[in-house]
């Protein structure tokens, strides 16, 4: 009866090491998997798109002037007819995009032209928002920045 009991324990614990639980909450996407598949231990089985909704924007260097976390922010939706949704600065990117590009410019090789840098702005949406559950990463939007208020 001890044999039996233990395997049943034993049979929880693998049944218990098949569970996989997400770190946050959210939607599951781009499944890479089917039922009955074997996998192999830290193979990508699937993304997870986080429910916290947030936008970054990427404005003109020339654009950021005045803007500080905890202001206010409309997004406009594309995909959702113009639907503005509200929101505020939440942080600004440590650099410009283009220091994080795959290939970033190299400005020593003589190339003395002045070209505008874009940097990221992220914009923390506020929450229980109507349509706001249809945001999806990707989706196009417009962004405006209130900067006449601290």
Do not use: C, W
């Amino acid at each position: 009866m001890a044999r039996v009991t233990a395997q049943r324990q034993l049979a929880r614990i693998d049944l218990a090491r098949t569970l996989i639980r997400s770190p946050v909450d959210g939607i599951a996407g781009q499944r890479r998997l089917r039922l009955g598949q074997y996998v192999e231990v830290g193979a990508p089985l699937l993304a997870v798109v986080p429910e916290d909704a947030y936008v970054v924007a990427n404005y003109k260097e020339t654009q950021v002037d005045g803007m500080r976390p905890g202001q206010a922010a409309r997004v406009e939706v594309d995909a959702l007819g113009g639907h503005v949704l509200e929101g505020r600065v939440e942080s600004f990117a440590p650099a410009s995009g283009a220091e994080f590009a795959l290939l970033p410019a190299d400005n020593a090789t003589g190339n003395f032209t002045k070209i505008v840098q874009r940097m990221p702005v992220r914009i923390r949406l506020d929450p229980g928002q109507p349509r706001q559950a249809q945001l999806r990463p990707g989706m196009s939007v417009v962004v405006t920045v209130d900067t006449r208020h601290d």
